[in-house]
């Protein structure tokens, strides 16, 4: 038995203007969470942190959602992103990557999906 399905994208060289708004980050979050079949417990957490360091500068995102969370967190300096969904509710892995593509628009993902046992 599973507890829950655990998909990480390592994203390499987004839009920097993309990477660099909380406002796109925003409206990637709340496109993201119905388009793999989730449900949003209460609004993102979106902050901007580490800018007295150039190299680690960026947004970092938290949405909870009903069956666990999404996480992303941004670089400012590459427009390097990692995004990670948890969920013991299964989920479309090719919908998440595409909604990422849409709002992020990478040179290249790299995919790793784990199943978290009980």
């Known amino acids: 038995m599973f507890w829950g399905y655990h998909l990480l994208l390592d994203c390499k060289s987004g839009d920097l203007d993309m990477v660099k708004s909380a406002a796109n980050i925003n409206n990637f979050v709340h496109d993201l969470v119905p388009s793999i079949g989730m449900k949003a417990y209460g609004d993102p957490i979106i902050e901007h942190f580490a800018t007295q360091l150039p190299e680690a500068a960026g947004y970092s995102l938290l ?26 509710k299964e989920f479309s892995i090719e919908n998440a990557i595409l909604i990422v593509e849409k709002y992020f628009n990478p040179t290249e993902i790299r995919t790793t999906y784990l199943t978290r046992q009980a």
């Open 63 to 88: 949405q909870l959602i009903e069956t666990s969370s999404i996480t992303g967190h941004y670089s400012d300096k590459t427009g390097d992103h990692y995004i990670d969904v948890f969920s013991c």
